[in-house]
Structures are given as structure tokens and as C-alpha cells.
């Protein structure tokens, strides 16, 4: 791994996963990653779908229990006993469903950067992975201090395999000639400052 500028978010390296050519494993790394949020949306969705139609909390509770990417992400679901926790569980998977959607809005504009060797297009995706890494790791805080296992672990998860991705992608937009302005302050490992700016973001990552 290369030492960053004093400007750059993160730093750049040569290999993906120390191992691998960086620009085609890190085009292989994003195709896979994009088929993964197409089924993480398409489950996310169905069960959005299934969650407003069945108004009944026994049938509710019924459907939680039986889908598989609910158990997998949120776990064992508890007894639903009002309907506060019905629109509780609606409204998470609402944010999931967002998060998800964006990425699958996203990644595609990427690859289309890496192949076209344009940095321009690399930045919608960069920002975004910006929040999200950010926000991954403050949930990780937070179920440290909750000892919420299950958000423990997917947090950690995610924010290993986010900044692992994260740093492959921008050494390729490094590369390609993307650069990050000279008053950037953004960083994946610092985290953002609650003065920060979606504004200030576009600014520093810029061609």
C-alpha cells in the first residue's frame, strides 16, 4: 500500500488485495459487488412489499419469520405485539431499501468509468461510499456500546469489505487522473466531521 497525500481521503496501492492486478480485479471486485445489491434489493423490496400488504401482526410476524434475508440481516425476528413495532420494522427496511438502490444506481456509473478510463464518472460512487463507510463505522460504535451482536458484526463486516473495495477503487480513479482538491479534509479512516457537507464533498473529489 502506497503512502497518501497529505490531501488524498485514503491511500492508493498497486495490487487489489495485495495480490491481484488492480484495474481489471478491481472491475471483476465491482461487477460481483453490483450483482449482490440486485439481490439484496430485489429481497429488500419483496419483503417491503409483503410487510405493508399483511396488516394483521400475526400474519406479520408470520412473514418475517419465513424470509430469509430478514432473518440473515436483522435476525430472529421478536414477537411483533403493536403496531409501533410493525412500523418500526417497515421504516428500517424502507432505509435498507434506499441504501440499497443507491449502490444499484451507482456501481454501474463506475464500471462504466473504469472501462471508459474516466475518472468523472467514478464520482458519484466515491461520494457515496464516503457516507456510507462513515456511517458503517458509527453504527459499528454503536453496537459496541449497545452490544447489539448481530449490528457488530454486519457493521464490521461492511466496513472491512467497504474500505478494502474503497481503496481499490479510488487508486484507480488516481490512476485513470482523478484528483482531490487541495482542501479536501475527507477521510475513510477519520470520519466526517458533523460540519461536513455533501457540498464540500463534491468539492474535494473533483477532476
Known sequence: MDKPNKNDPLPTTQKFCYFFDLRPAVGFYVAFEYIMWILLLLSAVNLEIESIEKTNLVEFEEVLRKDLYYNIIFGAPDPINNANARSSTIFLNTILVIVFLLYFLFTPILL????????????????????????????????????????????????????????????????????????????????????????????????
Open 112 to 207: 462504466i468509468g473504469i472501462m471508459k478510463s474516466s475518472p468523472n464518472w467514478f464520482i458519484p460512487y466515491i461520494i457515496y461510499d464516503i457516507v456510507m463507510i462513515n456511517l458503517s463505522g458509527c453504527f459499528f460504535i454503536v453496537a459496541i456500546i449497545v452490544w447489539n451482536l448481530r449490528m457488530f458484526w454486519i457493521c464490521f463486516i461492511f466496513f472491512a469489505l467497504k474500505l478494502n473495495s474503497a481503496i481499490g477503487v479510488f487508486s484507480v480513479y488516481k490512476i485513470e487522473g482523478g484528483k482531490v482538491a487541495d482542501s479536501s479534509e475527507l477521510s475513510y479512516l477519520s470520519g466526517i466531521s458533523p460540519t461536513t457537507t455533501m457540498e464540500s464533498i463534491c468539492e474535494a473529489v473533483n477532476v
